[in-house]
């Protein structure tokens, strides 16, 4: 069996491969390894081997794991929450974690907001849903191309979570569909990237951060301009439930 350290060495490689083949540095994109369902060890060992950005996606799970690993390092770790979070968690959340990929309303974006200290800031992305998969979080964004009416309500949307004083509003976040073939995956990167370009343009405000890409595909997501990736089993093995 191959060790965390072997894993992560094969998805670095990767990660510059596809950087190469799309003209991009390695330096703008950074691997969150998804250690959910995986314990504090585990994470500990992939500290080890040299990775400082973890994603979760719940918070019960985290809220012991996570200050259970921060008392056995001295490494400053970012904490990403990439899963959904209900309105009425939105305190835990804050306080827990340093990123938020998947804010999908306004409500939500108020709620942390309002949770945050004073003076502290906390960087979030919008969850897009441009796929249109129905089991898919996020905002119904699939029509954006298609009907600018939902282009204005993602504008009007994402102008008031902009409003929202102590968030950092730094990009879109998406989950393709899974498929077998990556390339089928693409065109939903592509249009996250569209749409990103849409907004920054509309809003006056940039966007600079796409995260998108898991194990299957993040290799063409890279490709088509992620600057951060979710990749968890590529470097855990399965899930552990
Ligand atoms: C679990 C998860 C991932 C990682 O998926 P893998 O297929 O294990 O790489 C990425 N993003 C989100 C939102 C997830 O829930």
């Known amino acids: 069996m191959k060790t965390i350290a072997e894993h992560l060495g094969q998805v670095q490689a990767n990660i510059a491969d596809a950087c190469g083949r799309s003209g991009r540095s390695v330096n703008d994109v950074t691997l969150i390894a998804v250690s959910k369902t995986h314990p504090a060890e585990t994470i500990l060992e992939a500290i080890e081997a040299g990775v400082q950005h973890f994603g979760e996606n719940r918070v019960e799970e985290s809220q012991a794991k996570l200050p259970d690993v921060m008392s056995r390092t001295s490494v400053r770790v970012t904490w990403h929450m990439i899963g959904h979070v209900q309105s009425r968690k939105a305190k835990d959340v804050a306080a827990l974690f340093d990123i938020v990929h998947s804010v999908d309303s306004a ?8 949770a945050l200290p004073e ?33 204005q309500w993602l504008a ?66 890279i490709e088509e301009g992620a600057t951060l990736v979710r990749v968890g089993r590529a470097i855990f093995g399965e899930r552990l439930r």
């Not at 409500?107 to 309002?114: E, G």
């Not at 390339?183 to 907004?199: D, H, K, Q, T, Y």
Request: proline share 7%; glycine share 8%.
């Open 107 to 114: 409500k939500l974006a108020r709620r942390l907001a309002a």
């Open 119 to 151: 003076g502290r800031m906390l960087r979030v992305l919008l969850q897009m849903n441009v796929s249109g998969e129905a089991s898919k979080e996020g905002f119904d964004a699939a029509r954006w191309q298609a009907d600018p009416a939902v282009c």
């Open 156 to 221: 009007q949307e994402t102008r008031e979570i902009l409003a929202q004083p102590g968030l950092d509003v730094c990009g879109l976040m998406t989950i393709a569909p899974i498929v077998d073939d990556p390339e089928i995956a693409r065109p939903v990167f592509a249009s996250l990237r569209g749409l990103r370009e849409v907004l920054a343009e509309t809003l006056n405000h940039p966007l600079p951060h796409l995260s998108m890409g898991m194990t299957d595909d993040y290799g063409v997501a």
